[in-house]
């Protein structure tokens, strides 16, 4: 499996990794073959591109930071939040739902220390905002391990990192 640019994207190619969309659904799942009208829809949403399945890259595997199903869920949970956080009059964030999905998040990276960090892990979901706050507290509580953090500052790490963005709920859609 390797990663191919969108605008590399080429009819014919087997899709390798399921392609998710806004809400979490599935737009293209693994092995579909790829097509004009699917490459366009690709383009078109600006997706970066899609793992692919082909002759070049046979034997080679690349393992999710986390797995899909705990990615999907911590997205909708941060989405939850932050709109739960734009909507309400008071400013205080519920953590407790969140800092379930950091555990989790700690408990799989954890159960993993030697993996390698895909950097390109997973632009295979169309929801910037969620998915940035995932990545970021992915890669923050990755670090963490590594430097050798206790669990409970790694789970302080993992929220803050997950929420660093929870401002952006607040400016206006139109600046």
Known sequence: MRFVPASCLREGMKVARTLYGRNSERLLTEGIVLNKSYIDSIRRMSFAGVYINDDLSRDIEIINTISDELRIE???GIKKTFIEAKNSRDPRVKVDEISTHVDTIIDELLSNKNMMVNMLDLKCFDNYTYLHSVNVAVLSIITGIALGLERAVLSRLGLSALLHDI???F?????
């Open 74 to 76: 911590t997205m909708n």
């Open 171 to 175: 400016i206006d859609i139109n600046i």
């Open 167 to 169: 401002g952006k709920v």
